[in-house]
């Protein structure tokens, strides 16, 4: 069964101020914050605008934990197969343009109608550095933590089509009564604006699972794949995070778990071990053990539960554009202030 999620773009800039570049944010009827506006905050915290600097309070779940979704709306998670995402300029041009204050303005698969590939944050295909969405196990969102999130697929094309495709892994369990918190992560390339963060939290549900065996316990990824641009030919496989792996929250006032500088931001793809699909080694029995990472390591843990078969391999965004490796030392220049656009 295919789910539709749907992503939009609109044009905001650092911190907030309007401008005419893009960004991204979930856009369905489960999510928190689905009918917030421009208005409805003393500054702009549309689920589209990014996540810059922000204390905790305010870049946790977006600000907007007081505009939960009705009872009842989940996005549902098919285990095993895949979640499809609408990826859009705006809320006009996706299945919800009916509560948007432009309308409809969709065109086809395209994300951002009228609109050239900047408007998404990127240069071209080859720019794209990936999005992901995470799960934590827990039907009250009061009693979540930032360290809860699991990563469970990752599209290293993101954002590029209207219509996303996000695999699900078969051994998903299910959610316990109430359901679990899902949330959907962005970090766009250096190349096509600032420090950006994008969270968007929702409801959702694990339909049709055929296993019980629960997630490991997520840990922090490690910058460990091939990234010339900083003199970092290789990949360093004994250096990456494997297993279950938190979302990455950077460039905030606190609570980050990612010190990467301006011009090096973490990225969902093979630089974090992060491939693209379904993550199907989450799980407590994938790996008998895990070998502390190190930058000069060679030794990497081996797949101990074999895995089912998840729809990975042949959707899009299994595979994209590599980047870098690292002994978790930040990369590129401090944190600071919006770069130019």
């Not at 977006?62 to 300029?89: K, M, R, S, W």
């Amino acid at each position: 069964m295919l789910t539709t999620l749907a992503l939009s773009l609109l044009g905001v800039a650092c911190y907030g101020i309007s401008a005419a570049r893009g960004h991204a944010s979930i856009w369905h009827p489960s999510m928190y914050g689905f009918n917030v506006t421009d208005k409805t905050f003393p500054y702009d915290n549309r689920p589209v605008a990014p996540l810059i600097n922000y204390t905790f309070e305010q870049w946790w779940f977006h600000g907007h934990l007081d505009y939960p979704p009705n009872p009842g709306d989940f996005f549902e998670l098919p285990a095993g197969q895949v979640a499809t995402a609408e990826i859009a300029c705006n809320k006009g041009a996706t299945t919800w343009f009916n509560s948007s204050e432009g309308g409809d303005i969709r065109s086809g698969n395209d994300p951002c109608p009228n609109s050239s590939p900047a408007a998404y944050h990127t240069t071209g295909f080859s720019d794209l550095k990936g999005c992901a969405l995470a799960i934590a196990y827990e039907s009250d969102v009061s009693k979540i933590q930032p360290e809860d999130f699991t990563v469970f697929s990752v599209n290293q094309t993101c954002v590029w089509d209207r219509f996303t495709d996000f695999a699900v892994p078969a051994r998903m369990p299910p959610c316990p009564e109430g359901g679990c918190h899902c949330a959907w992560f962005w970090i766009h390339s250096p190349d096509s604006g600032g420090e950006q963060n994008y969270m968007t939290g929702f409801k959702c549900n694990v339909t049709g699972s055929t296993s019980t065996v629960p997630l490991a316990k997520p840990q922090v990824p490690r910058r460990c794949g091939a990234d010339p641009d900083f003199g970092k030919p290789e990949a360093s496989p004994g250096n990456c995070t494997y297993g279950a792996k938190q979302p990455f929250y950077w460039f905030q006032a606190e609570r980050n778990n990612m010190f990467e500088g301006t011009y090096a931001p973490p990225f969902y793809l093979d630089l974090y071990n992060f491939k693209g699909g379904a993550q199907d080694d989450i799980f407590v029995d994938s790996y008998a053990t895990i070998p502390p990472p190190s930058a000069n390591s060679t030794v990497v843990p081996t797949l101990q539960q074999p895995q089912a078969t998840s729809a990975t391999s042949s959707f899009p965004g299994a595979a994209a554009p590599t980047s870098q490796p690292t002994n978790q030392v930040p990369f590129g220049t401090p944190p600071g202030r919006c770069s130019s656009w």
